[in-house]
Structure formats: C-alpha cells, structure tokens
C-alpha cells in the first residue's frame, strides 16, 4: 500500500488556494451510448435530470472512453494513463491475475493525501479478485469509504446480493442498483465524511447494463412501448436518470453544489445491436458498438458542471477522453503532480476546453486504444481530427477523418497517402512504447481475462 504523503504537503496544497478547494464527483454509468439521453438527441428515452444538467455547464460532443470495454475505461479514470500501460487491458472476469496494481497511482489517492475526504460507491471491476487481500481493493486505491460489487450486481439490478461496504459483505439490499448507489453515496455525505474537507466522490452505476431491471414506475413512463426489452431498457436509462438527479438535490440540500465539479460520462459504447435481443441503447448514428474501436464503441456523452467556473449552456467540440481527467482535476484543486514522478500520463489538462479559454489542447500523447477481443481486435490512435485503425496481425488499416466523416463511412488511404504513412508510423511506435511500459497480462491471459490453462492459484501482486 502507498504510504501518506506528509501532512505539510497536504496543508500547503490546500492552503495556497485562494478559495476552498472543489469537491469532485464523478458519475460513471454502464454501457450508456452516445445517443442514449434526451441532450444528445436520443426522440424516446426520457432523461430529464441529466438534460437539465447539460443546460447548467458544458456539454462534450467528443468526449471517449478509454476503452471500449469497461474495466480499461474505468482504470484510465483514475490513473491517467492508457489501460496497456496501467495493466488493465481487458474486461476482467472474475478470477483473473489482472488488476489495477498498487504500484498505479490513483487520482483518489492523491486527492487523499491532499486532505480530501474520498468515496466510492458502485460497480469497481478493477480486479479479478474482488474482496480478497491477494488484490488491491477500493481502499488500497484511495478510498476512504467504499460499498462496490466486482462487476455486475446481481442477480440483477433489482435487490441485488453482492454489494460489499469496507470489506464487509452488504448482503441482500431492497430496492434498484442505481437509487441503491446513490442512496449510499448520500448517506456518505451527509453522515461520514469529515464536513471539514473538501471530498472525492465517484458513484459508478450497473446501469443500463445487462442483465437490468427496472423499478415499474420508471417502465410505466413508456406506455406506447410494445416491445418489453426496449421498454426496460429505456426505463432502465430513466432510472439511472433519477439517482443522478437525486444525488444533484443533495448536493444542492448540503449546499455543496457551488463549489463541486462534477463530471458525467459512461464507460464505453452500447451492447447489443441496438434492435433485438439485450442491448436497445443507441450509438447516435455512429459506427460499431460496445467492443469495437469505431466511434459507436468508444464516444460517450459526457457533461461537466462546475457553477461560477464553466460557464451554463457551453458545448465543447474538442476531443475529451477518460484519461484526462486526472490531470484535469489535479489542475483545478491545485493539488501537486509531482508524486507521479516520472511516469506517463497520457491524460491532458482540459481544463482550458471546459472554461471556455481554449477550443483546443496540446496533447502530449495521442489519443489511444486497444482491444484485444475477438472478432474486433483493433488498434486505433487519432491526432487532431484524423483517426487511424488496425486489426491484430497490424496489415489492415482504416485512416478517417473525423470532422468531415464522424460515422467513418470514406477510408481515406488512397486519397491522402501521405498522412495515412505518416499516421501508420505513429500508431505502430506508439503501440510498443505503450507495451514497454505496463505489465505482460495481455501476453499471457486470453482475452477473457481468465487465467491461462493450467494456471491455479492466486498470486499476490509485489506491486
């Protein structure tokens, strides 16, 4: 485990403030698509917290996901860096040697060691070994709070059994997972987080993914729906809608909501195909899907408020993705960077984007993805508004453009031969320089993420 940072550094953090420090929250849903909410265009699913939400800050037209699988995206969120570099490069099923390792520094721990008070409660699935030493745990990362599950609650969203508060199983829970977080996150802020400090708070919804079940008052707002696996999934949507906007009016009855930034946003495309079976969510007209490094599988919606300082009502075309958030709110709490040492980020300060002094950031790094997962194993990079893709073997590829052709219809190989050369060098360095640096388990476990055959036992991570 990390040791504390010396207090010093925490008081000088915050004291050289000229204002209290924000609070952060950020609200994380599951397999939520690009054009799943009312704000972002979708005729049907009603959203009506979240489209107020889009009025009071600023809303993202661009904003990734790390990933488009879940546990890379989330660990991307709280580290800063690109899941092959921080270990977590799939999905990670139960069992599995992957996991966020203690050697990542977590934005969490960070803003801990700073003098905020932090806590998580949802979905984690930052483990293989969920609730077992062998692992880190939410509080081995900077949580001071947790109540998580490893992956999916279960058996469903409704009166799920598999919820664990520091360390301790939670047991069976009446009510749906979505209220169910957000009335702990609630709980959290009201009675055990220290009011003195400024706090980090990350509430991490199951929904709207599968297997989901919805609370029949929020199925009961789609009468005209016939076909009952649209209706719980749209009502599923308007479930997640209402805990967030119950969480709003505690911050507001706490009179918090001033001086907290939070930020809205999924973990990676929708399921399904959008018209039978599981998985009704929406792409927004966009290509691919969940598992699949097409705009559909990787661009979210994503919303930022922060009263006084992102002004209401701004929409930021800029590209946003996971990653930077860390960097970002390490800028706008002025906690110091330097505890990373020298380590890459390949997130970037966006601050300048969400404030509205800038319509563009300098990235050090590109914009990257990896998804190992058949039958969509794809690499993919993009730098300012060209994107580049590859299949595993690297001899396909597809170059876009992004601002011309956001639902990659025109490869354009043969028509800018240059840039596509020039992009082609770029992602294939940037591919073994990422590999250099993170763990081997993407060598060694297939894709699933369960252990290679043979293979028994845990192992306790040094790291």
């Not at 946003?320 to 709110?329: E, N, Y």
Request: hydrophobic fraction near 35%.
């Amino acid at each position: 485990m990390h040791r504390a940072l010396p207090a010093l550094f925490a008081l000088t953090s915050l004291a050289s403030l000229n204002a209290a420090p924000p609070n952060i929250v950020l609200f994380l849903a599951d397999d939520l698509g690009y054009g799943d909410l009312g704000c972002f265009g979708h005729p049907i699913i009603q959203t009506p917290n979240l489209d107020a939400f889009a009025k009071q800050g600023a809303r993202l037209t661009q904003c990734y996901a790390a990933s488009a699988v879940c546990s890379p995206s989330r660990s991307a969120l709280l580290t800063g860096r690109t899941p092959y570099r921080n270990g977590v490069f799939t999905w990670l099923a139960e069992g599995s040697e992957a996991h966020l390792r203690q050697s990542e520094i977590t934005l969490p721990s960070l803003l801990r060691s700073a003098g905020y008070a932090t806590c998580h409660a949802g979905k984690w699935h930052l483990n293989g070994l969920f609730n077992n030493p062998a692992q880190p745990q939410p509080g081995d990362h900077g949580y001071d709070w947790w109540m998580a599950t490893q992956n999916n609650a279960a058996p469903s969203h409704q009166n799920p059994e598999n919820f664990v508060r520091n360390g301790v199983p939670a047991g069976k829970l009446e009510g749906y997972s979505a209220p169910l977080v957000v009335q702990e996150a609630s709980q959290w802020l009201r009675e055990k987080r220290d009011p003195a400090k400024p706090f980090f708070l990350s509430v991490w919804t199951h929904e709207p993914h599968y297997p989901i079940k919805s609370d029949p008052a929020f199925k009961a707002r789609y009468p005209d729906l016939q076909d009952d696996l649209q209706r719980e999934h749209h009502a599923n949507v308007t479930q997640m809608d209402a805990a967030f906007g119950e969480l709003l009016r505690v911050l507001d009855e706490l009179k918090l909501s001033e001086n907290t930034f939070v930020f809205f946003t999924s973990d990676n495309g929708p399921e399904g195909d959008g018209n039978k079976g599981p998985g009704r969510g929406s792409s927004g007209g966009l290509r691919g899907r969940k598992r699949d490094l097409h705009e559909g599988g990787i661009r979210v919606p994503g919303m930022v408020r922060w009263p006084g300082k992102i002004p209401a009502g701004t929409t930021v075309h800029a590209p946003v993705i996971g990653s930077d958030l860390l960097p970002t709110v390490l800028a706008l709490t002025g906690v110091d960077k330097k505890p990373l040492g020298t380590r890459t980020i390949d997130g970037t300060d966006v601050l300048p984007l969400l404030n509205g002094t800038s319509v563009a950031v300098p990235r050090i790094q590109p914009l990257f993805w990896r998804l190992d997962m058949a039958p969509n194993a794809k690499v993919a990079l993009r730098v300012g508004n060209l994107k580049i893709l590859t299949d595993e073997s690297r001899s396909q590829f597809e170059f876009y453009d992004l601002e011309s052709d956001p639902k990659e219809t025109t490869d354009l190989q043969t028509q800018r031969p240059a840039d596509f050369q020039s992009f082609k060098a770029l992602l294939l360095s940037h591919i073994t320089a990422v590999e250099a640096e993170g763990p081997d388990w993407f060598k060694r476990l297939n894709p699933s993420g369960a252990r290679p055959k043979g293979e028994t036992g845990a192992k306790k991570s040094a790291e």
